[in-house]
């Protein structure tokens, strides 16, 4: 069993900047590949970004790309979503998720074993 812990959300105006932190328990972290999910009111659950064992592949959602960016600290078992130029669109819950026994990002969220409990990004216009 993996714990994940989300923290950063809030409150920000159009054109702000948030970053997202995941922290894992166990000593498995640099095993998993890490991604990072939201939701919206009324939507589904959706893509946003994953990062590889090392870090070294990411791959991110056309809706984010350029604006979003995904990275990991193995050593703090903590992956990382810095959200910058936001737009109200980008208002929904935000959850990390582990991919346990794979290196290859995925974009399906039932790829993904466990979830955190989600921390809420709200942007205003």
């Known amino acids: 069993q993996v714990q994940l812990v989300e923290s950063g959300g809030g409150l920000v105006q159009a054109g702000g900047s948030l970053r997202l932190s995941c922290a894992a328990s166990?000593?498995?972290?640099?095993?998993?590949?890490m991604g990072w999910f939201r939701q919206a009111p009324g939507k589904e659950r959706e893509f946003v970004a994953a990062?590889?064992?090392?870090?070294?592949?990411?791959d991110y959602a056309d809706s984010v790309k350029g604006r979003f960016t995904i990275s990991r600290d193995n050593a703090k078992n903590t992956v990382y979503l810095q959200l910058n130029s936001l737009k109200p669109e980008d208002t929904a819950v935000y959850y990390c998720?582990?991919?346990?026994?794979?290196?290859?990002?995925?974009?399906?969220?039932?790829?993904?074993?466990?979830w955190g409990q989600g921390t809420q990004v709200t942007v205003s216009s």
């Open positions: 990062i590889s064992l090392s870090g070294g592949i990411t």
């Open positions: 166990g000593r498995a972290f640099s095993t998993y590949v």
């Open positions: 998720a582990v991919l346990r026994g794979g290196w290859l990002t995925r974009r399906a969220w039932s790829a993904y074993n466990y």
